[in-house]
């Protein structure tokens, strides 16, 4: 059997990680009780809810492939302080992904075979298209060695 594509092995040491997005162990949000990673076929969650998937791969030099990804987090607009959670959830994730590195070094994280992901941006996502939830994208960037 043919080992796992570096691309999978990323998305599924980040689906583990983001599962410790929990208020028991220091968190703010419990967005880590729901972490998933294919797109739902609908965008509205019934709960908080995790979504990991990558973006692309391109090619650098000296072999080496750089990787985008998004986190996406959405709840019910419905919900009390619903964007309050979000922002506190992306929070959250921003520090988890700084995190990554030294957990990674300590042998707390499975190897992907990649870079620790490193924190790019946020986009917050309030009721698009006056759909009830609201949604943040965290996007990141990682990289490996071919």
Not at 87 to 95: L, T
Request: charged letters at 20%.
């Amino acid at each position: 059997m043919a080992e796992e594509a570096i691309a999978q092995k990323i998305v599924n040491q980040l689906k583990t990680e983001l599962a410790r997005v929990r208020v028991a162990n220091g968190f703010h949000t419990d967005f880590g009780a729901d972490v998933r990673t294919e797109l739902s076929e609908t965008p509205i969650p019934a709960a908080a809810r995790c979504t990991v998937v990558l973006l692309g791969l391109q090619a650098a030099e000296d072999n080496v492939v750089a990787v985008e990804g998004v986190i996406e987090i959405a709840l019910p607009s419905g919900q009390a302080n619903a964007m309050a959670t979000i922002y506190r959830g992306a929070d959250d994730i921003e520090r988890l992904l700084a995190e990554m590195g030294a957990r990674q070094l300590a042998g707390s994280v499975a190897a992907s075979g990649a870079l620790p992901p490193a924190y790019r941006a946020t986009s917050f996502i309030p009721r698009p298209d006056g759909l009830p939830f609201v949604a943040a994208e965290i996007t990141f960037t990682t990289g490996y060695r071919r």
